[in-house]
């Protein structure tokens, strides 16, 4: 073949582009792109909200210490009030004195008052079992 | 000028090359020493920066009384501390300090310029006056979680319950000590992770083996009757001008005790500025003489053993020389006394007269049967026995005499009382109790168990209770009559033996156990006054402060008049 020839035949050809083939793997990386990046503020967003519930879970404990603490306090006020001293002391306080006689009165059908201690003691327990 | 000798590139290239060689060779035997052989010890040392392993404080069990009033309870509580080299300004922290803690600026200056890297600044404050102090922020000052066991009646019951050590709340005395492993629970243990500023790190290592807290514990003490009989006893010691005094409530039918008083006590919310002694429950560790009060076992043996009934009558002398020691009443002339008077006016001529009838070998087996001689088995740390020498270690004469009527024997307030529930209990000794039950953490109850024993017969018990009686209606107890009630008793009075002398003193014990109500006893009360300065007899010092003993604790027990 002459050079002459073959300048013809080159220029007969024509350059081709196929864009077709091209665009599919541009998308596939940026639509990986955008999941990988979505899975990672995911996996941030995540990590911040963890965090952030034991912050507020320790915040809590707090205030359970805080109110366990309240509570003793308020059940030792509580002791400390009604202890006899005390009730003596504001009795006397007021003016109030032992009587100097005493009537007993008998009321038909109405025993004496009981001390059964268990019956109080099933009450109390049903109150310290609500206790934190 | 010489010149440098030619050293070729080659040659540098290889010196080079072995230096680098032997570098890296170097790191890698670094490497592989950190990395390999010494790993878990670099593992550990890395962890042991990170995490903090604190111990969680179990919390102490709280003392009830037997209607489930808290006696001792334990709160938080924080205590703060110094670093006197970190604080800037010793004399301004001081005045910032004091008005919380309630210490005197000058002093806490003097603490704050201590050569020290620790001083304690205020132990166990309460919270509400921690916080705003935490709050200043002030350099050196540091703060502590330390729970406080607290009294919240004060000097109530003090020596039963006893007290903790402030350090540990290790129970030193008392209740507090005697039950001190069921009270203290099982410390637990926290490990965390913690940054470098000492900050948890959320999500970081955690792990929590809770603490176990500890037990309850529930006394038969009965709040109401412990304070009033507290009031009464004190007052009567002051009356008398005493040294001190004991007293026991007790219930015969189950050998609790609702009070056991001591005068003079203490306060354990601030048992230092006590004495030492105040501290000792007396009535449970300290002995005497029971004197008369001892014919109570001396005639029930008698009338047990059918050697004597209660009409019988015995001619009774003044006098009664034994040996060496003569026996005497306070009678001017011999008398002709029944039993029951011999008991009602406590005649000594007359029980040793009973004594003589009955015999060593069945007193002393009868005092045994009535629990003196051996611990009454409370449990309570210190308890004493008491001194009840055997049988056949008395002395031929004057041991047997002498024993029954009180002397040669030695018994504590809590033992006496509980031979009177012999009386009171139709014969029936119940060992006495402090504790009515333990409450373990997990809610499960376990009771003290009631043990008793036949010490004599029902119709011998009834017998008595009439008797002492009469020792209240007639004889030297009236002044323990109750208002609304028929009770019976005995007095007792004792020289006191003087150990710096060898011999019986001045100074006496003075006594009345008594039952209440007679007829159905349902309290038995004890009341020893020692070393009265204003009125030696029992009858005199004792047996009014058993009357407004009795009367309160009836009433407290709602145990209606029998009008009489």
Redesign the interface.
């Known amino acids: 073949m002459t050079s002459q020839a073959t300048a013809l035949q080159r220029a007969s050809l024509e350059l081709v582009i196929d864009r077709s083939g091209r665009q599919p793997r541009l998308k596939g990386w940026m639509f990986f792109t955008v999941v990988v990046v979505a899975a990672f503020m995911l996996l941030i967003y995540s990590r911040v909200a963890l965090d952030s519930s034991a912050f507020v879970l320790n915040d809590l404990e707090g205030q359970i210490v805080t109110e366990e603490t309240r509570y003793w306090e308020l059940r030792l006020q509580v002791a400390e009030m009604q202890s006899p001293q005390r009730v003596s002391r504001a009795a006397e306080g007021l003016g109030l004195v032992y009587p100097t006689e005493r009537t007993t009165l008998e009321v038909a059908g109405v025993e004496p008052a009981g001390t059964d201690i268990d019956d109080r003691w099933a009450d109390l327990k049903a109150l310290l079992s609500a206790q934190p | 000028m010489g010149r440098r000798p030619w050293v070729s590139p080659d040659a540098r290239l290889v010196a080079i090359g072995l230096a680098l060689l032997l570098a890296w060779t170097a790191i890698g035997l670094r490497l592989f020493h950190i990395q390999g052989a010494a790993a878990e010890e670099y593992a550990a040392r890395g962890v042991d920066q990170r995490l903090r392993t604190e111990v969680l404080a179990a919390d102490r069990g709280t003392i009830f009384d037997?209607?489930?009033?808290?006696l001792a309870?334990?709160?938080?509580a924080i205590t703060v501390y110094a670093n006197p080299r970190q604080v800037v300004d010793p004399v301004q922290t001081a005045r910032a300090i004091g008005p919380y803690v309630g210490m005197d600026p000058g002093l806490l200056t003097g603490l704050l310029r201590k050569d020290a890297g620790f001083v304690y600044i205020a132990r166990q404050l309460?919270?509400?006056k921690a916080e705003p102090l935490r709050d200043l922020e002030l350099p050196g000052i540091y703060f502590t979680e330390e729970p406080a066991r607290?009294y919240?009646?004060?000097?109530?019951a003090a020596s039963v319950i006893g007290f903790v050590q402030t350090d540990d709340n290790q129970g030193l005395e008392g209740v507090e000590f005697a039950f001190d492993e069921v009270l203290t629970g099982v410390p637990g243990q926290l490990v965390v992770e913690r940054d470098a500023a000492g900050r948890?790190i959320?999500?970081g290592e955690y792990q929590v083996i809770p603490a176990e807290p500890g037990g309850d514990v529930i006394l038969t003490i009965d709040?109401?009757i412990q304070?009033e009989t507290e009031?009464v006893l004190a007052e009567t010691v002051e009356r008398f001008g005493a040294l001190g005094g004991t007293a026991v409530v007790l219930d015969p039918s189950t050998g609790e005790v609702l009070a056991m008083a001591n005068f003079p006590t203490f306060d354990p919310n601030s048992r230092a500025n006590y004495e030492f002694g105040t501290y000792r429950n007396r009535a449970v560790t300290d002995v005497y003489e029971p004197g008369s009060t001892q014919k109570l076992i001396t005639v029930a043996a008698a009338i047990e053993e059918s050697v004597v009934r209660p009409a019988d009558i015995y001619k009774v002398p003044v006098e009664l020389p034994i040996h060496d020691t003569t026996y005497s009443d306070e009678a001017t002339e011999a008398r002709a006394m029944t039993v029951s008077d011999i008991v009602a006016y406590s005649s000594n001529v007359g029980t040793i007269l009973i004594q003589a009838d009955l015999g060593n070998e069945a007193l002393y087996r009868y005092i045994a049967a009535f629990g003196l001689g051996r611990a009454p088995g409370t449990g309570f740390p210190g308890e004493t026995a008491g001194v009840l020498h055997p049988v056949d270690e008395w002395c031929v004469a004057t041991c047997g005499p002498s024993t029954a009527i009180g002397y040669g024997v030695s018994v504590s307030a809590l033992q006496m009382a509980a031979a009177f529930g012999v009386v009171a209990n139709n014969g029936v000794l119940v060992q006495p109790r402090l504790v009515r039950e333990v409450v373990a953490a997990d809610?499960s109850r376990l009771p003290s168990v009631q043990i008793e024993r036949t010490a004599v017969s029902a119709r011998t018990a009834a017998e008595m209770r009439l008797m002492l009686a009469g020792v209240v209606e007639k004889g030297t107890g009236r002044q323990a009559a109750v208002?609304?009630y028929r009770v019976g008793g005995k007095t007792g009075t004792t020289r006191k033996y003087d150990e710096t002398v060898g011999d019986y003193g001045d100074n006496v014990i003075s006594s009345f156990i008594g039952i209440a109500p007679i007829e159905n006893p349902r309290l038995v009360v004890a009341v020893v006054i020692d070393s009265p300065a204003g009125g030696e007899f029992g009858g005199q010092v004792a047996a009014p402060a058993f009357s407004q003993i009795a009367l309160s604790a009836l009433h407290q027990?709602?145990?209606?008049?029998n009008?009489e």
């Open positions: 037997r209607d489930g009033h808290e309870v334990t709160v938080d309460e919270r509400r607290t919240p009646s004060g000097p109530l948890v959320p999500l709040r109401e304070f009031q809610g208002a609304g027990l709602g145990v209606p008049p009008g």
